[in-house]
Antibody
Framework: ELQMVESGGGLVQPGRSLRLSCAAS????????MHWVRQAPGKGLEWVSG????????GYADSVKGRFTISRDNARNSLYLQMNSLRAEDTAWYYC????????????????WGQGILVTVSS | DIQMTQSPSSLSASVGDRVTITCRAS??????LSWYQQKPGEAPKLLIY???SLQSGVPSRFSGSGSGTDFTLTISSLHPEDFATYYC??????????FGGGTKVEIK
Protein backbone atom coordinates (compact mmCIF):
# COMPACT_ATOMS: atom_id res chain seq x y z
CA GLU A 1 0.00 0.00 0.00
CA LEU A 2 1.32 3.42 -0.95
CA GLN A 3 2.00 5.54 2.11
CA MET A 4 3.70 8.82 3.00
CA VAL A 5 4.21 9.86 6.60
CA GLU A 6 5.34 13.34 7.57
CA SER A 7 7.23 14.15 10.77
CA GLY A 8 9.20 16.97 12.37
CA GLY A 9 6.45 19.51 12.89
CA GLY A 10 5.59 21.37 16.07
CA LEU A 11 5.72 24.76 17.77
CA VAL A 12 8.65 27.01 16.90
CA GLN A 13 9.46 30.65 17.59
CA PRO A 14 9.60 33.22 14.81
CA GLY A 15 13.03 33.37 13.20
CA ARG A 16 13.93 29.80 14.17
CA SER A 17 14.31 26.73 11.98
CA LEU A 18 12.55 23.40 11.56
CA ARG A 19 13.13 20.39 9.32
CA LEU A 20 10.23 18.31 8.04
CA SER A 21 10.63 14.75 6.82
CA CYS A 22 8.39 12.54 4.70
CA ALA A 23 8.93 8.78 4.71
CA ALA A 24 7.52 7.10 1.61
CA SER A 25 6.68 3.45 1.03
CA UNK A 26 4.68 1.26 -1.32
CA UNK A 27 6.01 2.73 -4.56
CA UNK A 28 9.32 3.23 -6.35
CA UNK A 29 10.28 6.53 -4.75
CA UNK A 30 12.99 7.52 -7.24
CA UNK A 31 10.59 7.18 -10.18
CA UNK A 32 8.67 10.31 -9.21
CA UNK A 33 8.98 13.98 -8.43
CA MET A 34 7.81 15.01 -4.96
CA HIS A 35 6.32 18.16 -3.48
CA TRP A 36 5.39 20.00 -0.32
CA VAL A 37 1.97 21.67 -0.20
CA ARG A 38 0.73 23.62 2.82
CA GLN A 39 -2.60 24.76 4.20
CA ALA A 40 -2.97 27.45 6.83
CA PRO A 41 -5.68 26.62 9.39
CA GLY A 42 -9.09 27.19 7.80
CA LYS A 43 -7.56 28.32 4.50
CA GLY A 44 -6.89 26.90 1.05
CA LEU A 45 -4.00 24.94 -0.44
CA GLU A 46 -0.65 26.52 -1.35
CA TRP A 47 2.10 24.74 -3.28
CA VAL A 48 5.42 25.28 -1.47
CA SER A 49 8.14 23.40 -3.33
CA GLY A 50 8.84 20.52 -5.70
CA UNK A 51 11.85 18.36 -6.57
CA UNK A 52 12.55 16.02 -9.47
CA UNK A 53 13.41 12.36 -9.12
CA UNK A 54 17.16 13.03 -9.19
CA UNK A 55 17.11 16.40 -7.38
CA UNK A 56 18.20 18.08 -10.60
CA UNK A 57 15.10 20.22 -10.95
CA UNK A 58 13.83 22.18 -7.94
CA GLY A 59 11.25 24.95 -7.59
CA TYR A 60 9.87 27.13 -4.81
CA ALA A 61 6.92 29.40 -4.24
CA ASP A 62 7.93 33.06 -4.00
CA SER A 63 6.64 33.13 -0.41
CA VAL A 64 9.35 30.70 0.75
CA LYS A 65 12.18 31.24 -1.74
CA GLY A 66 15.47 31.87 0.02
CA ARG A 67 14.17 30.54 3.34
CA PHE A 68 13.10 26.95 2.61
CA THR A 69 15.16 24.15 1.02
CA ILE A 70 13.70 20.95 -0.36
CA SER A 71 15.78 17.80 -0.68
CA ARG A 72 15.39 14.05 -1.02
CA ASP A 73 17.33 10.88 -0.21
CA ASN A 74 16.29 8.16 -2.63
CA ALA A 75 18.26 5.53 -0.72
CA ARG A 76 16.09 6.26 2.32
CA ASN A 77 12.84 6.85 0.36
CA SER A 78 12.60 10.20 2.10
CA LEU A 79 11.71 13.80 1.27
CA TYR A 80 12.74 16.77 3.40
CA LEU A 81 11.93 20.45 3.85
CA GLN A 82 14.40 22.63 5.73
CA MET A 83 12.56 25.72 6.90
CA ASN A 84 14.65 28.68 8.10
CA SER A 85 13.71 32.19 9.27
CA LEU A 86 10.20 31.02 10.04
CA ARG A 87 7.39 33.58 10.20
CA ALA A 88 3.93 33.51 11.72
CA GLU A 89 2.48 33.25 8.22
CA ASP A 90 4.27 29.91 7.74
CA THR A 91 1.90 28.38 10.30
CA ALA A 92 0.12 25.61 8.42
CA TRP A 93 -0.43 21.93 7.87
CA TYR A 94 2.37 20.72 5.60
CA TYR A 95 1.61 17.86 3.23
CA CYS A 96 4.05 15.68 1.35
CA UNK A 97 2.61 14.97 -2.10
CA UNK A 98 3.66 12.61 -4.87
CA UNK A 99 3.78 13.77 -8.49
CA UNK A 100 2.82 11.44 -11.32
CA UNK A 101 5.89 12.50 -13.32
CA UNK A 102 9.67 12.28 -12.94
CA UNK A 103 10.16 16.05 -13.14
CA UNK A 104 7.79 18.69 -11.74
CA UNK A 105 6.50 20.92 -14.48
CA UNK A 106 3.70 21.47 -16.94
CA UNK A 107 1.16 18.74 -16.36
CA UNK A 108 2.08 18.12 -12.74
CA UNK A 109 -0.65 16.91 -10.43
CA UNK A 110 -0.52 15.32 -7.00
CA UNK A 111 -1.85 11.77 -7.08
CA UNK A 112 -1.10 10.80 -3.47
CA TRP A 113 -0.77 12.83 -0.28
CA GLY A 114 0.53 12.22 3.21
CA GLN A 115 -1.71 12.89 6.21
CA GLY A 116 0.04 16.19 6.95
CA ILE A 117 2.02 17.65 9.84
CA LEU A 118 1.26 20.88 11.69
CA VAL A 119 3.85 23.62 11.99
CA THR A 120 2.99 26.48 14.34
CA VAL A 121 5.20 29.58 14.38
CA SER A 122 4.55 31.62 17.48
CA SER A 123 6.36 33.25 20.36
CA ASP B 1 1.36 33.70 -11.50
CA ILE B 2 -1.92 32.37 -12.86
CA GLN B 3 -4.82 33.10 -10.51
CA MET B 4 -7.50 30.44 -10.12
CA THR B 5 -10.96 31.61 -9.03
CA GLN B 6 -13.60 29.14 -7.91
CA SER B 7 -17.30 29.78 -7.62
CA PRO B 8 -19.27 29.53 -5.56
CA SER B 9 -17.09 29.56 -2.45
CA SER B 10 -19.73 27.45 -0.75
CA LEU B 11 -23.04 25.82 -1.59
CA SER B 12 -25.77 23.87 0.15
CA ALA B 13 -27.21 20.82 -1.54
CA SER B 14 -29.20 17.71 -0.79
CA VAL B 15 -28.36 14.06 -1.35
CA GLY B 16 -29.24 13.24 -4.94
CA ASP B 17 -28.75 16.78 -6.25
CA ARG B 18 -26.63 17.57 -9.28
CA VAL B 19 -23.82 19.92 -8.24
CA THR B 20 -21.63 22.07 -10.48
CA ILE B 21 -18.51 23.92 -9.35
CA THR B 22 -16.70 26.39 -11.60
CA CYS B 23 -13.01 27.25 -11.79
CA ARG B 24 -11.74 30.18 -13.87
CA ALA B 25 -8.08 30.84 -14.68
CA SER B 26 -6.65 34.34 -15.20
CA UNK B 27 -5.11 33.08 -18.45
CA UNK B 28 -5.27 29.88 -20.45
CA UNK B 29 -4.00 26.76 -18.68
CA UNK B 30 -4.54 24.57 -21.73
CA UNK B 31 -5.52 21.10 -20.48
CA UNK B 32 -3.44 21.22 -17.28
CA LEU B 33 -6.28 21.39 -14.79
CA SER B 34 -6.93 19.03 -11.90
CA TRP B 35 -9.57 18.72 -9.16
CA TYR B 36 -9.16 17.56 -5.55
CA GLN B 37 -11.58 16.68 -2.75
CA GLN B 38 -10.75 17.38 0.88
CA LYS B 39 -12.81 16.23 3.85
CA PRO B 40 -12.37 17.81 7.32
CA GLY B 41 -9.24 16.57 9.06
CA GLU B 42 -8.04 14.68 5.99
CA ALA B 43 -5.50 15.22 3.23
CA PRO B 44 -6.73 16.24 -0.22
CA LYS B 45 -7.53 13.45 -2.66
CA LEU B 46 -7.09 13.63 -6.44
CA LEU B 47 -10.38 13.28 -8.32
CA ILE B 48 -9.71 14.43 -11.87
CA TYR B 49 -6.66 15.41 -13.94
CA UNK B 50 -6.19 16.80 -17.44
CA UNK B 51 -9.62 18.47 -17.26
CA UNK B 52 -11.69 15.29 -17.48
CA SER B 53 -9.65 12.16 -16.73
CA LEU B 54 -10.98 10.33 -13.70
CA GLN B 55 -8.38 9.15 -11.20
CA SER B 56 -8.47 5.40 -10.51
CA GLY B 57 -11.07 4.48 -7.92
CA VAL B 58 -13.04 7.73 -8.17
CA PRO B 59 -16.78 7.17 -8.73
CA SER B 60 -18.15 7.94 -12.17
CA ARG B 61 -20.64 10.45 -10.74
CA PHE B 62 -17.70 12.88 -10.76
CA SER B 63 -16.86 14.49 -14.09
CA GLY B 64 -14.82 17.41 -15.36
CA SER B 65 -15.11 19.60 -18.42
CA GLY B 66 -13.95 22.87 -19.89
CA SER B 67 -11.07 24.35 -21.83
CA GLY B 68 -8.66 27.25 -21.82
CA THR B 69 -9.73 29.37 -18.85
CA ASP B 70 -13.11 27.97 -17.78
CA PHE B 71 -13.59 24.60 -16.16
CA THR B 72 -16.34 22.71 -14.35
CA LEU B 73 -16.51 19.89 -11.84
CA THR B 74 -19.88 18.14 -11.81
CA ILE B 75 -21.24 15.64 -9.31
CA SER B 76 -24.18 14.06 -11.09
CA SER B 77 -25.98 12.83 -7.96
CA LEU B 78 -24.63 13.91 -4.59
CA HIS B 79 -23.88 11.13 -2.12
CA PRO B 80 -23.50 11.67 1.66
CA GLU B 81 -19.75 11.08 1.44
CA ASP B 82 -19.37 13.88 -1.15
CA PHE B 83 -19.86 16.66 1.38
CA ALA B 84 -16.39 18.19 1.36
CA THR B 85 -14.32 21.05 0.00
CA TYR B 86 -13.21 20.91 -3.62
CA TYR B 87 -10.13 22.60 -5.13
CA CYS B 88 -8.97 23.11 -8.70
CA UNK B 89 -5.25 23.32 -9.54
CA UNK B 90 -3.37 24.42 -12.64
CA UNK B 91 0.05 23.28 -13.77
CA UNK B 92 0.43 25.18 -17.04
CA UNK B 93 2.94 27.62 -15.59
CA UNK B 94 5.67 26.23 -13.43
CA UNK B 95 7.14 26.22 -10.93
CA UNK B 96 4.26 28.41 -9.68
CA UNK B 97 1.59 25.73 -9.39
CA UNK B 98 -1.60 27.35 -8.11
CA PHE B 99 -4.87 26.23 -6.54
CA GLY B 100 -8.30 27.78 -6.50
CA GLY B 101 -9.66 29.07 -3.21
CA GLY B 102 -11.95 26.08 -2.71
CA THR B 103 -15.68 25.34 -2.81
CA LYS B 104 -17.29 23.91 0.30
CA VAL B 105 -20.24 21.62 -0.39
CA GLU B 106 -22.51 21.50 2.64
CA ILE B 107 -25.66 19.58 3.50
CA LYS B 108 -28.90 21.50 2.97
Amino acid sequence: ELQMVESGGGLVQPGRSLRLSCAASGFTFDDYAMHWVRQAPGKGLEWVSGISWNSGNIGYADSVKGRFTISRDNARNSLYLQMNSLRAEDTAWYYCAKDHMLVPGTGTFFDYWGQGILVTVSS
Amino acid sequence: DIQMTQSPSSLSASVGDRVTITCRASQSVSSFLSWYQQKPGEAPKLLIYAISSLQSGVPSRFSGSGSGTDFTLTISSLHPEDFATYYCQQSYTTPALTFGGGTKVEIK
